[in-house]
C-alpha cells in the first residue's frame, strides 16, 4: 500500500468515525471516548507541520471537509464516502503546496 492510499484509508476511517460520533450525540451518549484521533496521523504522514497554520488547516479546513460525511448514508454510500476522502487528502495537498509555495517567495 502505497502512503497516498494509508492516508486515504485513515481520512476514510477518521470520515466514519465522525459519523458513528454524530449518531452517539444524537442519541444523547456521550461518545467523547470513542474519538480516534486519525487527523493526527493524517497531517503527520502527510509532513504538514506543528505550527500555528497547520492548526489552523486542522480546525477550520480538514475538521470543516470531515462533517461533509454528515451527508452520506455509509451502508448505502461507499462511493462517496471513498470520494470524500479522496476529495479532503487532495485538498490537504493543494493546501501544502500553497504552504511551499509561500515560503518560497515569502
Known sequence: M????IIIALIKDHLIN??????????????DEYTIYAGDSVFRL???????????IY???YMVLLR???KIQIRE?????????????????IKKLEKEKATLHG
Request: overall charge negative; aromatic content about 8%.
Open 77 to 93: 454510500d461507499h462511493d462517496r464516502l471513498n470520494s470524500l476522502a479522496e476529495t479532503i487528502y487532495l485538498k490537504l495537498c
Open 68 to 70: 461533509e460525511v454528515h
Open 2 to 5: 502505497k502512503k497516498d492510499e
Open 59 to 61: 480546525e477550520n479546513y
Open 18 to 31: 465522525t459519523k458513528l460520533l454524530e449518531s452517539l450525540y444524537a442519541l444523547k451518549v456521550d461518545a
Open 46 to 56: 502527510m509532513e504538514l507541520g506543528e505550527d500555528e497554520w497547520s492548526d489552523d
